[in-house]
């Protein structure tokens, strides 16, 4: 007897949760002047909304998003592989609570935040001040609710959290499309063909480029003392050509987020400081010190979180402690030097593809004085194919696993 439809049941439940997370961010606070939603090109907090499902303007129950979870995520994430004795063991109740503490700190934050800045219709006989923390409670509420949902798509169904940004992903593709087919429909004429077609085109190459990268890797061969058999020479290990994903950019904007906010928080103890205000533009992309510091973040993060995170030194000291080595290559030290190499020409190689489709239409929005949603598509595309790819890898696992027979 065949196992059950693993991989139809879990879709199923996931369709139920995002019904239930689209469902949170259509209610509205009631006593909240309901205000329209912040332009996707208005800036890289804008963006960071977008993915994130998080906005300033936006007035929901869930309108804080994943951005204090994610942002906790990164921060716990890079300080344990960073800071931590890599001799001790992982502890991930450890790493849960650290991210629990910090992501509500963090909510509260951005919460308080957000409440400021929305407007108030009366409301009973509470004060504008109750309001206040009221929606700031509720928005903190909300963020936790959508992180249990996160949590329950984690366990039955597909995706975890990478299912809810892919949504938030494609509903800000759809605004920038619709941006855009109003763009070229305004040419008129075989203009309007020719905008087509290079959109598409220019979609079609962002995607085929990023699941190439995606497929890639390199493989240097194992040569392992006890096994000696036919497939020995098909073990080997592998380093993928995008070694952290699409991450890295995720990485930049939750580096962007904080300082952002707590420029905001200054800005209200200490109004009109002109540092403040070239601050808050810097982190929100709107001038060229902005933009090359985020191409500059994004370089290096992707170098020293693809070494962190592959620990080219580690799969060398566990090759020799057990004995094995890579051919023509002596253990230990000069193993270690050659993964760590093809680790950073991976993550330079994919670096650099990703620098090349992000930073110069930030450039030319900046020199444009621009703010559409058009000039930050390239990189919301390529962040798209990149959590495409990893659903589609988590799918083929269920969908394997449903072809393996029960013994009894």
């Not at 329209?36 to 007035?59: K, P």
């Not at 619709?178 to 905008?195: D, L, N, Q, T």
């Not at 023509?328 to 270690?336: D, F, I, N």
Request: with cysteine; hydrophobic share 50%.
């Amino acid at each position: 007897m065949r196992n059950h439809r693993i991989l139809l049941g879990r879709m199923e439940y996931s369709v139920l949760i995002v019904l239930v997370y689209l469902l949170g961010r259509s209610i509205p606070i009631p006593w909240v002047v309901y205000q329209e939603a912040e332009s996707a090109g208005s800036g890289i907090q804008a963006l960071i909304g977008s993915f994130l499902g998080s906005s300033l303007s936006t007035t929901s129950l869930f309108s804080l998003g994943l951005a204090p979870w994610v942002t906790a995520m990164v921060m716990v994430s890079v300080f344990q592989k960073t800071l931590e004795d890599k001799t001790q063991k992982k502890s991930p109740g450890r790493a849960n609570r650290a991210t629990l503490f910090l992501a509500t700190i963090l909510a509260f934050v951005q919460a308080l935040v957000s409440a400021v800045k929305m407007q108030y219709q009366p409301w009973g006989n509470l004060r504008t001040t109750d309001l206040w923390l009221l929606t700031a409670a509720i928005l903190v509420g909300g963020s936790f609710l959508i992180r249990w949902l996160v949590g329950r798509n984690t366990t039955w169904g597909i995706g975890g959290q990478t299912l809810i940004i892919l949504v938030n992903i494609l509903g800000n593709l759809r605004q920038v499309v619709m941006e855009y087919i109003r763009s070229a429909a305004g040419a008129g004429g075989w203009k309007f063909v020719c905008f087509l077609f290079l959109g598409g085109a220019a979609v079609l190459v962002i995607f085929t480029v990023m699941l190439f990268l995606e497929g890639g890797e390199f493989r240097s061969t194992v040569r392992r003392i006890g096994i000696n058999n036919l497939y020995a020479e098909d073990d080997y290990i592998a380093i993928r050509l995008t070694p952290v994903g699409t991450m890295p950019v995720m990485y930049v904007m939750s580096f962007f987020t904080i300082p952002y906010y707590v420029l905001l928080i200054l800005n209200w103890f200490l109004p009109g400081r002109k540092w403040i205000e070239e601050g808050l533009s810097v982190m929100n992309l709107n001038q060229l010190t902005g933009v090359w510091i985020f191409g500059g973040l994004l370089l290096l993060l992707t170098a020293v979180l693809a070494v962190i995170f592959v620990g080219p030194g580690e799969i060398a000291k566990n090759l020799e402690r057990q004995g094995d080595f890579l051919d023509y290559l002596e253990p230990g030290r000069e193993t270690a030097w050659h993964l760590r190499g093809q680790t950073l020409m991976a993550a330079l190689l994919s670096g650099a593809v990703t620098w090349l489709l992000v930073i110069p239409p930030l450039v030319i929005r900046v020199l444009r004085g621009g703010t559409s949603g058009i000039y930050m598509a390239p990189m919301t595309i390529m962040v798209a194919a990149g959590m495409a790819a990893e659903l589609l890898e988590e799918a083929k696992v269920y969908r394997t696993m449903e072809n393996y027979k029960p013994f009894l």
